[in-house]
């Protein structure tokens, strides 16, 4: 079994925030959505080898602040990731809590709680 897709909720409108996030500042791939599904609104991207992130419209809202996905890079990687972060204004949190395992934590333009992990 493999992991297919994460979805994350976000509010109505959330499109242009959702591309210069995921987009623009964690370096995702958008994938088109199919056509089926784009009357939905939301956003769909590219994760590592075949994985996907969808960002799914929530309507109302409430972020996921403790549940949240995890997404692995190597360690210069999640360096480089945590400086473009800070250098948008937004919050990067480290945790060092596991021994042995470089990590820290952040927020989508929601709320929603996001996990960048060192792979080991």
Excluded at 9 to 26: I, Q, S, T
Excluded at 30 to 40: F, Q, V
Aim: charged share 30%.
């Amino acid at each position: 079994m493999e992991l297919d897709h994460v979805q994350l909720a976000a509010p109505p409108g959330c499109e242009p925030e959702a591309r210069r996030f995921f987009g623009d500042l964690l370096g995702l791939e958008e994938l088109e959505k199919p056509e089926s599904l784009r009357a939905r609104g939301g956003a769909w991207f590219a994760v590592g080898d075949g994985g996907q992130l969808h960002i799914g419209i929530e309507d109302p809202f409430a972020p996921a602040r403790k549940a949240h996905p995890a997404f692995r890079l190597s360690a210069e990687e999640l360096e480089d990731l945590a400086k473009r972060l800070e250098a948008a204004g937004e919050r990067v949190e480290w945790d060092d809590s596991l021994p042995g395992v470089r990590r820290f934590y952040t927020a989508d333009p929601w709320g929603n709680r996001l996990e960048l992990v060192a792979a080991n």
